[in-house]
Nanobody, 115 residues
Framework: QVQLVESGGGSVQAGGSLGLSCEVS????????MGWYRQAPGKQRELVAI???????NYTDSVKGRFTISRDNAKNTLYLQMNSLKPEDTAVYYC?????????WGQGTQVIVYS
């Protein structure tokens, strides 16, 4: 069974940093597409950062230069380092792994950025 467990959310003042982790219950490989999404109150879930199947990282424009996605295949873990946080980054953050013809999500971790 595929399970994703996020951790690392919290509250931080604008300009601060947070790091998120997503531990996967199965072995992940560099060619696995994996990403981070977020959902703010009253808004649709949106893509934040993703590793595509070729292993390249892509970011939504609003986080470019501030967020960094990384992975440790040996630990089956996906990371998101968030720097220079802004109040508009406030959301529940989810990691995502599309595999075995299904779309797996973690339970989400709350990030609150206050000014």
């Amino acid at each position: 069974q595929v399970q994703l467990v996020e951790s690392g959310g919290g509250s931080v003042q604008a300009g601060g940093s947070l790091g998120l982790s997503c531990e996967v219950s199965i072995r992940i490989r560099s060619l696995n597409t994996m990403g981070w999404y977020r959902q703010a109150p009253g808004k649709q879930r949106e893509l934040v950062a993703i590793f595509n199947s070729g292993g390249s990282a892509n970011y939504t424009d609003s986080v470019k230069g501030r967020f960094t996605i990384s992975r440790d295949n040996a630990k089956n873990t996906l990371y998101l380092q968030m720097n220079s946080l802004k109040p508009e980054d406030t959301a529940v953050y989810y990691c995502n792994l599309p595999i075995y013809n299904q779309n797996y999500w973690g339970q989400g971790t709350q990030v609150i950025v206050y000014s």
